[in-house]
């Protein structure tokens, strides 16, 4: 069955937080992936202090992922070969399969955290445009009682930061490999 984007799908990216312990990847909106590398100006080392990092701008994240894990690990010891949906689902890359997904890019595009290395790599439609490029400095709304808010935060990462656009033959390199093009997929048999 081949799955059709709406206009809101269209913009969800694939989020992937890679620490020293563990791959865990979810869709998130491109508000939720700047506010992401917002968080990344407190130099977390892992998901944890990525999540705790993020809570301020997007509150509720660190519980919905958490929630989120949860529920994908109850079902997976229910059943090994858990459907996954990969617009909905969050979930811990343990094994190759998880892992190519997590590499997947969705509709919108793509952001994969690399805590321990202090790299950021995205590509994908919602950040082609010239405003819309994931920067090391910006300034972004802030999310308040389920909503944007008129407050904003600005941002800026430290120089230990590397933040590398895929879509751009410049800036990728050798490393486009790292992840792949979007497949248009609704539900993928594990």
Sequence with gaps: MTHIAN??????????????????????????????????AANPN????????????????TRQVVNGLLEFDRRRRQDWMVRLDPLKDIFEAEDAHLEKLSRTE????MVRFKLAHRVI??????????????????ELPVWENDQLSRK????????????????????????????????PISTVAY
């Design 106 to 109: 969705l509709p919108g595009g």
């Design 152 to 183: 904003t935060v600005t941002y800026s990462l430290d120089d230990l930061w590397k933040i590398v656009n895929l879509d751009d033959p410049a800036g990728a390199g050798s490393q486009g490999s790292e992840m792949q093009n979007h497949q």
């Design 46 to 61: 892992n998901l944890e202090e990525l999540l705790m990092a993020t809570e301020p701008l997007r509150p509720g994240i």
């Design 121 to 138: 790599k995205f590509c994908g439609s919602s950040f082609s445009a010239p405003n819309e490029v994931i920067r090391g400095e910006a």
């Design 7 to 40: 206009a809101e799908e269209t913009r969800l990216v694939r989020l992937t937080i890679v620490d020293r312990t563990k791959v865990v990847s979810l869709a998130g909106d491109v508000l939720l992936a700047r506010q992401m590398v917002a968080a990344c």
